[in-house]
């Protein structure tokens, strides 16, 4: 057996691997499951972006640029100008991704230096596992902040002592799970921040298009210097299982991204660019799917005022973050709804330091109908 990194061990497993194991026990007794675990929506994604990806196969696939075309880029800078009012130039300050997840884990490693003292990396806690995991892969020292209350990341309220050792903050607007948004005058504190201790900033915006009212805003109005964004199609447009995203921001933190990525040659290839080019070319298709996860979010939303369960936050995301009612075991909460047929996220999944406990999440990824059916189960479970 050879040596292995020790990190493997000291991590637990992926969170989502045990709750697979849970459902698939449920399942085994011949119970159907309405999945409100994994964020990965059931609409279809649209024919036009199908279609776009099947007329760029070509007949022999070449090794993918990991800048990607000039065409996807272009779309990208489309996209955020539309949306944003943002000036990007493709050529310098845009990169796609392979998704975002790899984006998350791999990014950290452009500014630790694991012999470092100064190798903090800081996250919001609950948030998206990959921030920690990332970190820690990288050689960092990963530092969870926890998020109490409206769930917003205030890094500026943190010890000097700490944002002294701080090479990277990442931030997440909105917010998952609890869908909180982070107003534009704290992402401007943070940009004066991560410019006045030169450290990185780099905010998660993947869920920057699904929202109910309104549009958040992105970290890149409050400045460029030392700041990045990061975008995915996978909950946007539907497309989680192509794998593509983007990073865009500062040209010269761009230029060293480039360079690192090329590396262990992260690039998503060429016939995914063209369905990404088409996507992020077309605002269209996303109000429809914001529409539906706007009715799937009223159902659900009706449902737990009626018993009487608060839900946190819920502006924007395909999330709703639930207060677990009695003793707050959000573990045994979630187990509870499972043996009848509801699956749901327990909160401890996505804290690192006892953060998320008390909470559950439910992802709006089934069907409008299958949610309906879900609502009478919960009340004779929950009533």
Sequence with gaps: MPRLNPLLDRLSEYPVVELERRKQAVRDRGLPLVDFSVGDPVEETPDFIRQALLASVPPRCGYPTISGSSGVREAIAGYLQRRFGLDLDPQTQILPTAGAKEAVFHTPQLVIDPAAEDRVVLFP?????????GALFAGGEAVGVPLSGDHIFRPWLLPAELIARTRMIWLNTPHNPSGAVTPLSDLRRMVDLAQEHDILLVCDEAYADL???????????AGMENVLVLHSLSKRSGMTGYRSGFLAGDAAVIHRLRRLRANPGLAAPDFVNAAAEAAWSDDGHVAERRAIFSEKRRVLLALFEELGLEVLGSQATIYLWVKVPGDGD???FAARLLQDGVVVSPGRMFGVEGAGHGYVRLALVPSVEEIHAACALLRKVLG
């Design 330 to 332: 959000d573990d045994a």
């Design 125 to 133: 806690d609950p948030g998206y596992p990959a921030y920690q995991r």
């Design 211 to 221: 929202y109910e009212d309104q549009p958040p805003p992105s970290l890149l109005q």
